[in-house]
């Protein structure tokens, strides 16, 4: 197999040079600038510093006194200005910004601008000012009224041809009085955080490989290894893959979340900047849903999906690690520019027109660019999945015999590559705009922005339970098994599932009762989004009723799952004021909507896959998780968590608005927050943190246990799906191709006579010789 | 049929050392690996990386316009993503190469019992392309619904006692239609060549037939791979011909698109009997950046040779059609990438059926890429009459 | 699988019948257009757009029936169901996307709009 494979490594090491090579002045170029022209320079000038140009900034005094206004005389030697200048009244000019206190001209060679920067008169043609005719300037700084300041300046020298080419400039920073401590900027925590975390991550990776055989440890085994993994069309490697993916993407979405928490914790805070601010929060977004969640539930129905279906592996397996790979690419994309601060500012909808004008950040363009590579993996492995679960189901196990986590990933598969489309249309359509100059979404040309909300919600709507089915789907598994039961109602589970498949679409028009769409649609979706309760409330109570007719066995898993169910149902609790238009206007910009879908989205999803963590680790990988360590996980993680997110129900009514960067105290008639609000947020970001840690001893249970573990027997917990029946971790191919296991006996969920829908199947199915009718 | 298991007479196919076909777990039963994932996926990558830097637009903030450039200079990183994507679509095909039919996998669960998974998923893959088109459709509804018809926005503006009034740069639909079915501009050589028809029209017409006849030349490769009765060097032959039409056809169909929209032509001079003359659709200014369009209700017809007689006096507007030709390119230009990619895939059968590699075991190939081609067929019957007739 | 087999249509054989069909068809679809277009005024736009999509029809059921297969073979019916899933979600699309406008909230009655109190 590694023999076999030199021929495409020696391709792909020749594409990656080749790549190198193309990319290398590329990168120096892009994204723009890190933080401004103070630090790039004054571009127009050349770009970079010139020695040569020595600038002076005279009358700082040693002693800084409050308040005191102090002359300040700038000067500079060197450069084309003495050398060969060919007319004199063009000599040179100066950029002085100061970090504190007010910086005023004295006359009118110099100018202030809006920054509060100083800068010489006359430098473009509609100034008439002579300031630019001097190599020297006065300028008053009046000092603070406590702390020093710093002083940053930038000379150029020019040589009078009218034109930029030739002139030099120089720079020069100056301290005076007592210097504040040095504050980290957002983006420079964030980097470094991630930076720590890639680091991490690849540690771990060694350090697993190490842990493995620590005997035979060798570097020269290391590669072969790693490649094979990275290679892999293994449906359980490319799980793990999509495991580590979404973990590691988890983290990065906390850390956005944790700094933007930092800036609200209280009122008037300016740790972030807006800019930074909007940048964050649309990372945030992005990173949770399309890089944590879906990975993270790809990764456990790639895991899970072939064994419980009893199938040899996926369909498709290398299409299969394609729609993993376009995943990390697609982050490369999506996080372009966040660093130099030009990351994409749209929030995770991307609205038009915002994201089709000239003020978005140019990180947008690879945004957009990158969320096209995300709907191709999605689309890729929804085929992939459809596949696999219409034509791979092991002999025996007919629709009505399939486990629930099977029957959800299928609906949130068939939700997913129906409605994707639209949104990898959409996003074409944006992405045409924002390059060669389409028009689809530029207001100026007739462009209608409601039909990207149109196309995005189309899309983002059922989006919201493809991840939410997969959780559902581990909860029944879990439930079921600890209850040491059957689920209670199975068909109506199925019925259920299918039914919020097909409602699911046609509810999406909540999200956009603000947007002044079509008033037919906002009403035709008012009723369907009330309707989604009834089959969620079917689920609900069928869980219910599972571990009241069942034993409980509280383990890590059943606790969460249990954890689960109270946060969804609060979340869906909640969620019941939207549907109705007049509480949705009044509500829709507020923190009550930031409340409710984090209580589905974490209470629900991540609550659901670390059920499914803990219940299918030791089928993974062979070894038991520690259940101390793992209830220390539950009872931190869902306190904090809880902690995190009703508060922000109170904060959400008392009318904290979401998507602003801060929020003020005030009394004003429309902007009204009482003062408990700031502790309420105090309260919400020191939460936020527990919250953060707590999920670092998942990541720590996780890699000890799977190092270190008690050995797993196939089937810890009593279930009777199939994957229990193969060895833990299983074999590959999962399932013998040639000795397929087969269902026979699935009274429990037999039907008896096929029904109509069942007719139906037989109708349309080719005409059996060899029996084994199974609906 | 069996469950599941391949028959045994399979396992002495000789497979490419590259690396066996997906469904080959090869004798241990392991999985293989491969490098195509990866490469495609950064390829792709790479390559949207490029475009964005080719083609990027700025902001003009003194004339509150954008203004558009290829930067050729970017080119590379471009060129880069799609030698590394086509890199590893090599190394995937190469995978395929041997692909005999062995190793055939059927599906063994209700409802597609005994069907090859490989169809299955080829329309699953169909499903979600359909919801691709219906997108596209939906835009193009919605927005030949919301905006006026400038033909009839200007008739209505000059009826006797009209209320209309329209101002400069009115945004309004100029259907692609306007410029290839009724002529546009080109309403004096409608004549010309064959009596009745603008020859703006020849290319999309040209162009659906040709697209038919791919689509029968494909069935044709079908009917003949499976054909047992035939030596195998003459099957080869036949179905590499037959592969080879479908694959001129689809590269003629994308040339006359190119040449509708960028290129046009001319054949003869004014007054031969068969002058041919077939502007392109740029040339008209039908372009994604026309915001200020010269529309001209009736062309007084002596002018010179191309659209240069003046407008009749009172008889003119100046509309902004940015949006119809938005619309168009996209839709049009999305129908035609599927059809670049049915040629890429092309490419490679044909290669493969010259060498010999479909016989009846497993012609299901050319099947399978058959009904993606004759969905691409499929759409052209829908998006023709859509955007190019009416 | 079986094979296709060679089915005929009237005589023909199916792809040869199919095939001429839509070329026929096609030609049908363009002479209309130019017909209108030569006789611009006298035939209605309704009476085009009703040729295309009759036309349209025909054409994509012959595609789909006969070159993909989805008439005839074993496996046609499962597959039929298959092709036929997502009009569920075309039509919605369409409904919600293609045929819905904004511009709607005028056209309200006056009780349905903001201002009104009685």
Known sequence: MIRSMNKPRSFGLLAILLFALVLAPSVQSYPTGISGAQDGGCSCHGQTASSEVVPSLEGLPTELEPGATYTLNISFTGGPSFAENAEPAALGGFHLWASAGVLAPVDGMVKTNSDGSVTHTGDDKDDTGMGNDQREWQVEWTAPMEGGAKFTLHVNSVNGDGTNGGDLWGRLTAEVGPQPVEQASGLTVLASAILLMVVITLGCVIWVFYRQDPEAFAWERFWPWFSDYITSTDHKKVGTLYMVNGLFFLGVGGLFALIFRVQLATPGNDFLTQDEYNQFFTMHGTTMIFLAAMPMIAGFANWIVPLQIGAPDLALPRLNALAFWLNPAAALLLFSGIFSGQGADTGWTGYAPYIVSHTAHSGATLWVAGQILIVASSTISGINFMTTFCTMRAPGMGWMQMPLFSWSMLIATLMLFISIPAFGIGLIQVLLDRTIGTVFYEVAAGGDPLLWSHLFWYFGHPEVYVVVLPAFGVISEVLSTSARRTIFGYKSMVFALAGIGIVGFIVYGHHMFTSGMSPVLRFVTMLTTMLVAVPTGIKIFNWLQTMHGGSLVYRTHTLWALGFLVTFTLGGISGMYFPAVAMDLHLHETYFVVAHFHYVFVGGIVFGLYSGIYYWFPKATGRMMNEKVGILHFMTGFISYNLIFWPMHRLGIQGMPRRQHTYFITTDEYFALPPEAADWNMLITVAAFMFFASNLILVYNMISSGLRGQKAPSDPWGGWSMEWLVSSPPPTPSHDPSDLPVLEFAEIHEDGEPGFFGRMIQWMMIPEDDGGEEE | ?390 | MGEHGHHTILGFDRYAFNFWVLMIFTAIEVVAVALTFSMKGTVSMNTVVFILVSVGIVKGVGIAAIFMHLQGDEDSRVLTATALFPVFFIVVMVLFIGLTHPDAADTLPAWCRPGFYT
């Open chain 2, 1 to 390: 049929m069996s469950y599941g298991g391949h028959d045994d007479h399979h396992h002495d196919h000789q497979h490419s050392h590259w690396g066996p076909h997906d469904w080959d777990h090869g004798h241990g039963g392991a999985p293989h690996n491969s490098w195509a994932p990866i490469m495609l996926a950064f390829g792709s990558s790479i390559f949207l990386l490029g475009f964005t830097k080719v083609f990027t637009q700025t902001w003009d903030s003194e004339a509150s316009i954008w203004t558009y450039a290829i930067h050729s200079s970017q080119l590379g990183l471009l060129i880069a993503g799609l030698a590394i994507f086509t890199a590893g679509l090599t190394v995937f095909w190469r995978q395929d190469w041997s692909h005999s039919g062995s190793y055939e996998a059927k599906a063994v669960g209700t409802p597609f019992r005994t069907i090859d998974i490989r169809k299955v998923a080829v329309w699953m893959f169909l499903m979600s392309e359909m919801m691709v088109f219906s997108s596209l459709f939906s835009t193009y509804i919605r927005y030949r619904l919301g905006f006026d018809n400038c033909v009839e926005l200007f008739e209505s503006s000059i009826e006797p006692g009209s209320t209309v009034v329209l101002e400069a740069g009115q945004q309004c639909w100029l259907p692609a239609s306007y410029f290839i079915a009724e002529g546009g501009y080109h309403q004096e050589y409608a004549n010309a060549a064959l009596g009745f028809m603008p020859d703006t029209l020849i290319p999309g017409a040209i162009n659906t037939f040709a697209l038919i006849i791919s689509s029968y030349t494909i069935v044709l490769a079908l009917k003949t791979a499976k054909d047992s009765s035939l030596s195998d060097a003459e099957r080869s032959r036949k179905v590499g011909n037959y592969l080879s039409i479908t694959l001129f056809l689809a590269t003629l169909f994308l040339t006359f698109k190119l040449i509708e929209w960028f290129i046009g032509f001319n054949i003869g001079h004014p007054g031969d009997w068969y002058y041919f003359h077939a502007p392109s659709l740029s040339a008209d200014h039908f372009t994604i950046h026309e915001s200020a369009y010269t529309y001209c209700h009736h062309w007084d017809h002596h002018g010179g040779v191309d659209h240069k007689g003046a407008c009749e006096p009172g008889m003119d507007a100046i509309f902004d059609i940015r949006m119809s030709a938005s619309t168009f390119y996209v839709t049009t230009g999305t129908h035609g990438v599927h059809v670049f990619g049915g040629m890429v895939a092309l490419a490679y059968m044909v290669l493969k059926a010259y060498r010999g590699g479909y016989t009846p075991q497993n012609a299901v190939s050319i099947e399978y890429f058959g009904l993606y081609w004759h969905f691409v067929d499929l759409v052209w019957v829908l998006v023709f009459p859509a955007f190019y007739l009416y």
